[in-house]
């Protein structure tokens, strides 16, 4: 088996309501761009990476020439073929790496009859617990609905998704509005979910000083773990003396930077990422590593469609050290682009798909309505805030938005 084409169709799917982060936000939609790798026997596999619209469709299509003719059950090959490490400090291709890497599984699977997980050590877990992720949002520019600004809202908002999903993690995206106000916002929300466990990252916003400030205030909530609460591993190494587990998604993402960690621990947990790590499989090396030295594993979201979520999944399900519930923006998403839409969250969990290979889909209908809604309106800035023309944010912040406005 050969791969004889590779493909890509950027999407945009709306989310409920735009979402805020440190950095920005996203305007009410998702960007993403879907892969498709074709073998010679006709298979097709799924891959899927980021917002780059047409500079992400581009990149892909430039791989053919390393891709064409290539076996797709040869991945260690393909790492060196398209990303080894040292041309990659010329042309980063870690991410389009990982999308190829799914689409690869996905065919491999196909071709085996077997779901991508058999091919990962055979699953663990028949479905991955996730944790509600939680933003303050502006409402929905059509409905006027979805705003959370305030204590009040935030947890009216947590309490639906709660019902709906059966969540019992809930993690607070901050970095918006001024720490101290996004603390009590933290601290609400404990409060009103007695017995659920909380997490909170603010991307990497705040000076250490506040990071500092920040964990003392809700030290003694039930906290799984707070998030890049400052930038860099020599800033988050500083909170540890406080007693509250740090995670981060931020400066641990590769191999490097984990070792570098494990010589001198900055964060208790790593945040592992199908995309930024450059596949399911280096994720599981990564989580091995984890394993060895005692380092707390979970699931980083970047903003995933269905095909996405599929790794996660195969991902969760074959790692024996996540304890902690992922993360996934998928509730945020008012559809999805694979066949039967949007797969449902069960108490607080998606069941692992068990099809073939990445056991999704694509809907052609859904693939076509999505691509044209991206024709219509184009990328947007996600380090921009539609709410603050002209602003932009420093590193660590004081640009705070006005939670009052
Ligand atoms: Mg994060």
């Given at each position: 088996m050969k791969?004889?084409?590779?493909?890509?169709?950027?999407?945009?799917?709306?989310?409920?309501?735009?979402?805020?982060?440190?950095?920005?936000?996203?305007?009410?939609?998702?960007?993403?761009?879907?892969?498709?790798?074709?073998?010679?026997?006709?298979?097709?596999?799924?891959?899927?990476?980021?917002?780059?619209?047409?500079?992400?469709?581009?990149?892909?299509?430039?791989?053919?020439?390393?891709?064409?003719?290539?076996?797709?059950?040869?991945?260690?090959?393909?790492?060196?073929?398209?990303?080894?490490?040292?041309?990659?400090?010329?042309?980063?291709?870690?991410?389009?790496?990982?999308?190829?890497?799914?689409?690869?599984?996905?065919?491999?699977?196909?071709?085996?009859?077997?779901?991508?997980?058999?091919?990962?050590?055979?699953?663990?877990?028949?479905?991955?617990?996730?944790?509600?992720?939680?933003?303050?949002?502006?409402?929905?520019?059509?409905?006027?609905?979805?705003?959370?600004?305030?204590?009040?809202?935030?947890?009216?908002?947590?309490?639906?998704?709660?019902?709906?999903?059966?969540?019992?993690?809930?993690?607070?995206?901050?970095?918006?509005?001024?720490?101290?106000?996004?603390?009590?916002?933290?601290?609400?929300?404990?409060?009103?979910?007695?017995?659920?466990?909380?997490?909170?990252?603010?991307?990497?916003?705040?000076?250490?000083?506040?990071?500092?400030?920040?964990?003392?205030?809700?030290?003694?909530l039930p906290n799984e773990y707070l998030e890049d609460l400052t930038w860099g591993m020599n800033g988050l190494r500083q909170l540890r003396d406080l007693g509250v587990p740090i995670a981060t998604n931020t400066v641990v993402v590769n191999f490097e930077q984990l070792a570098a960690n494990v010589r001198d621990p900055a964060v208790d947990v790593v945040l592992l990422d199908t995309t930024f790590w450059g596949g399911i499989r280096p994720c599981i090396k990564a989580a091995g590593v984890c394993e060895t030295f005692q380092l707390g594993v979970a699931v980083h979201s970047s903003g995933e469609l269905g095909v996405q979520l599929a790794t996660m999944l195969h991902l969760g399900a074959v790692l024996p050290n996540l304890t902690y519930a992922a993360d996934a923006h998928y509730h945020h998403l008012v559809d999805d682009v694979i066949v039967g839409g949007k797969l449902a969250y069960r108490d607080g969990a998606i069941p692992v798909p068990t099809g073939p290979g990445l056991g999704v889909r694509l809907d052609a209908e859904r693939v076509a309505r999505y691509a044209e809604l991206y024709r219509e309106q184009g990328g947007y800035p996600y380090d921009r805030d539609p709410g603050r023309p002209g602003w932009y944010p420093l590193v660590p912040n004081e640009r705070w938005a006005d939670p009052h406005v």
């Open positions: 791969i004889a084409d590779i493909r890509a169709t950027t999407v945009t799917v709306p989310l409920e309501a735009p979402l805020l982060h440190s950095n920005g936000a996203h305007w009410g939609r998702f960007v993403r761009t879907l892969v498709e790798v074709e073998t010679d026997n006709g298979l097709v596999g799924l891959g899927e990476l980021g917002g780059g619209g047409e500079s992400a469709e581009a990149a892909v299509r430039a791989l053919a020439d390393y891709l064409v003719g290539h076996d797709p059950f040869r991945l260690e090959a393909l790492r060196f073929a398209i990303a080894n490490p040292t041309a990659s400090l010329y042309n980063n291709r870690t991410q389009l790496l990982a999308a190829v890497e799914f689409a690869c599984l996905d065919v491999i699977g196909q071709q085996l009859g077997v779901p991508v997980h058999d091919l990962l050590g055979g699953r663990l877990r028949d479905e991955v617990p996730f944790a509600s992720y939680l933003f303050f949002r502006y409402a929905n520019a059509s409905t006027g609905e979805g705003e959370v600004r305030t204590p009040e809202q935030l947890v009216d908002h947590t309490r639906e998704l709660k019902a709906a999903h059966g969540f019992t993690v809930h993690k607070l995206k901050g970095g918006v509005y001024p720490p101290d106000y996004e603390a009590a916002c933290y601290r609400a929300l404990a409060e009103a979910f007695p017995g659920d466990r909380f997490r909170f990252d603010p991307n990497a916003a705040l000076s250490v000083a506040q990071a500092r400030r920040f964990t003392q205030l809700v030290a003694d």
